[in-house]
């Protein structure tokens, strides 16, 4: 760190300077979207993103990105839907088996032992253990840019959802038991989890 300076300060063209990239750490922790969708032949396919989050709540609208253009993406386009389902600690290993680099048209259901539901509103199926599920109509899928407009080969899939599927043992007093269902999140670097600690309320100002 340069003499009186008051934070580490680098730019991401040249480089951190760091052991490992502190991005995904600094932007943490991320909800995991686990992506359920199928293709034009049937086959489904199965993959956690950890880019991945609701972008707004009237209409609800949630996003995933996907670093390459992948058979989540891929489907999506093809079929206008997919799943996103909700990764609690319990499913953790099974969400991480889905990660594998494996061809097109494996069934990452069948390759994690997870048994589907059926969903309402769309063909995809659901994972049925998930504390909960939310069916989407893709809106669009944008293909980032950097600063000098040079596509990336990062896409952005935005999806309304349509259904919502809760399992009624996390719901209390009507409300979704997010300390019951134990949600894991990406907290940056290669291998790094983490689950809920203290939870607090916190009323936004009136005026």
Not at 8 to 26: C, M, R, S, T, V
Not at 179 to 187: E, H, K, S, Y
Request: charged share 20%.
């Amino acid at each position: 760190m340069p003499a009186g300076a008051d934070t580490y300060f680098y730019e991401p063209d040249a480089g951190h300077g760091l052991p490992h990239d502190p991005f995904k750490a600094i932007v943490a922790p991320r909800p995991i979207g686990w992506i359920s969708t199928r293709d034009r032949q049937g086959r489904v396919n199965l993959a956690p993103y950890s880019f991945f989050n609701a972008f707004s709540s009237a209409p609800p609208i949630i996003g995933f990105s996907s670093e390459g253009h992948k058979d989540s993406v891929r489907n999506a386009e093809e079929t206008g839907e997919f799943v996103a389902n909700f990764v609690s600690r319990s499913l953790a290993e099974a969400m991480n088996r889905t990660s594998a680099p494996v061809a097109s048209g494996v069934d990452e259901f069948a390759l994690a032992s997870l048994d589907t539901a059926p969903c309402r509103l769309v063909a995809a199926p659901r994972v049925a253990a998930a504390p909960a599920a939310l069916e989407c109509k893709l809106l669009q899928v944008v293909r980032l840019r950097d600063l000098a407009g040079q596509p990336l080969e990062s896409y952005l899939a935005l999806g309304q959802v349509v259904g919502v599927h809760i399992d009624p043992r996390y719901l209390t007093d009507g409300r979704f038991d997010i300390t019951a269902a134990q949600p894991i999140m990406r907290t940056g670097y290669r291998a790094d989890y983490a689950t809920l600690g203290e939870i607090f309320e916190m009323f936004r100002p009136t005026k």
